[in-house]
Every structure is written in structure tokens, then in C-alpha cells.
């Protein structure tokens, strides 16, 4: 089975109280959770929040919402807490497998509060038990998307596994102009969500920062140099995140569009 867990800091640098603005009449928060909570694969959906004011919102519309440290790190650690204190008690064997009734958890973006819950269940169908870590990609179209360094490029084997993420464009085509490399190679760039078999998260939340990882700034290549492989699964389904508070009304044209 698998659990959704939606981070929601208060304290965001951009952005503060960013869980609580209101998006056209309900809180950004409670809109991902709706989203989520109409996701079929998912069994549960929590808010991992680091906040009080937060947790009661949460509460207040029917969500189910735990308390977590506030200097988590990232949301993969606070995913992990939560996933301890909200799931992991709860956990049956099933017929004495070793996997239990939460195997995989979701990451769900807690800034992104359209997310499609058939985007969810596109990342569940790659969840078969042998899976350790996955993420989600789409093709780029646009030679600006490309060489876009905030977005996370990503290379895969044969069997849609990563190989590499960069803010770089990899592979480099020697003799073609950059700005037509996108109609000479299928580039890919990362989009969506993180999910975690409940063993690998446990240990990918006590690995040192890695090398890559600091040159990167991308958590997830901390995860590949140890040896950890990430299913990549296509998507059609766009990233839409609210980090600044002019992101509203660019995601509400977006979305209306």
C-alpha cells in the first residue's frame, strides 16, 4: 500500500505562512490535500507540518496532519518522520512477506495546490515492491526550458532508471548549435514527485551530504552515489509550484488557461 505525505513548513524563506494563503477561497494547504486525497493509489494522505497553526487547519477541514521537527533538512526527512510517528506503528506483515500495509510513501509537494491526482496514480503504477526510490520526467520541448539551470535535468538507462541529474544539459552534442539540441535528443527534465519504499527511506535519511549532491544542490544524487537506484516514470503532467507570492497569479492564469 501506499501513504501520501504532504511537507508543509510555515517558515519559508520566500514565502512565509505560504501553506496558509488563501487560493480562491480555501487555504493552498487544504487544495493539495483534496487533490491527493482523490489519488487512487493512495491508502492515506498526511501533512507533515512544522507548525501549529498549520496542524489546526489541517484538523479544522477533516485532514490528518503531524507535528515534525522544524530543522528538518529537507521534505525527505520530514517525510520520514512523519511516516514514524503518523504510519509506522500501524504496520502489519502481510502473510509474513516483510511488506508491510504502508510499503511506499509519496512525497507530495506542498506548494503545488493543483496537482492532478491522476499524476499521483501515474507515479503509484511504477510501485511494484522491487522499486526503491522513483520520480517522474517529461520530454523538453523548448531550447530555454533546457539550459533553464533551476530545473533538474535527468539522464536513464534502458530500464528508465536514473543515471544522472544535472542543472546542466547533459548529454553535450558536439557540431549541433545548443539552442537545436533539443530536435537531435530526447532531453528529459525532472517533474513531480518522490516516492519511497519505507526501508530505503530510513536509509537515505542517514547518508552524509555527498560531493554531488553539494555541487548539484540536488538531494537525489546523494541517493544514486550510495548505490540506491531511482525509477523514472514519463508523465505529461506539468509542475506548477507556488514559491513566491506573485506565483499565485501566474498559476491561477495557468491553470484557468
Partial sequence: MIIGIIPARYASTRFPGKPLIDIQGKSMIQRVYEQASQAKCLSEVIVATDDERILQHVQSFGGKAVMTHPDHPSGTDRCWEAYCFGVKNQEVDVNNSG????????????????????????????????????????????????????????????????????????????????????????????????????????????????????????????????????????????????DTPEDVEKVLRLMNA
Fill in 99 to 242: 511488506i508491510t500495509s504502508h510499503s511506499y510513501i509519496i512525497n507530495i509537494q506542498g506548494d503545488e495546490p493543483f496537482v492532478a491526482p491522476e499524476q499521483i496514480d501515474e507515479l503509484g503504477a511504477v510501485l511494484d515492491g522491487s522499486v526503491e526510490l522513483a520520480s517522474q520526467m517529461i520530454p523538453v520541448s523548448d531550447h530555454e526550458v533546457l539550459f533553464d539551470v533551476g530545473e533538474a535535468k535527468v539522464i536513464v538507462n534502458h530500464n528508465f532508471e536514473a543515471i544522472y541529474f544535472s542543472r546542466q544539459v547533459l548529454p553535450f552534442l558536439k557540431g549541433v548549435d545548443p539552442k537545436e539540441w533539443h530536435n537531435h535528443h530526447t532531453y528529459y527534465r525532472q517533474v513531480g514527485m518522490y516516492a519511497y519504499r519505507s526501508d530505503i527511506l530510513e536509509k537515505i535519511t542517514k547518508l552524509p551530504v555527498s560531493d554531488l549532491e553539494k555541487a548539484e544542490s540536488l538531494e537525489q544524487l546523494r541517493w544514486i552515489q550510495n548505490g540506491h537506484k531511482i525509477k523514472m516514470g514519463l508523465t505529461s503532467y506539468e509542475s506548477h509550484c507556488i
